[in-house]
């Protein structure tokens, strides 16, 4: 499997619907981050689809290392 690209060392602050389908990118190209922008065509990579529980402000992973994808869980501290 292919490693994902590091978009930042930082999560990435959004505003979530509950229950809305959101398209977080898996691969770390997309200029869209967060979210998928088909940049992953042609690789092992596909958008991972979640919906949030609650709405508001959530932090995203935008290093990719998190153990708790989509959100962030501080992996980046270790990049």
Same mark, same amino acid.
């Given at each position: 499997?292919?490693?994902?690209?590091?978009?930042?060392?930082?999560?990435?602050?959004? /505003?979530?619907?509950?229950?809305?389908?959101?398209?977080?990118? /898996?691969?770390?190209?997309? *200029?869209?981050?967060?979210?998928?922008?088909?940049?992953? *065509?042609?690789?092992?990579?596909?958008?991972?689809?979640?919906?949030?529980?609650?709405?508001?402000?959530?932090?995203? =992973?935008? =290093? *990719?290392? /998190?153990?708790?994808?989509?959100?962030?869980?501080?992996?980046? *501290?270790?990049?």
């Amino acid at each position: 499997m292919d490693k994902p690209v590091a978009a930042g060392k930082a999560p990435i602050p959004v /505003t979530l619907e509950a229950g809305r389908d959101y398209y977080w990118c /898996t691969c770390g190209q997309s *200029k869209k981050q967060p979210f998928c922008d088909g940049s992953h *065509k042609g690789s092992s990579f596909a958008p991972l689809v979640f919906q949030s529980a609650a709405a508001g402000e959530k932090y995203l =992973c935008a =290093c *990719k290392a /998190t153990r708790n994808p989509p959100y962030c869980d501080g992996s980046h *501290k270790q990049l």
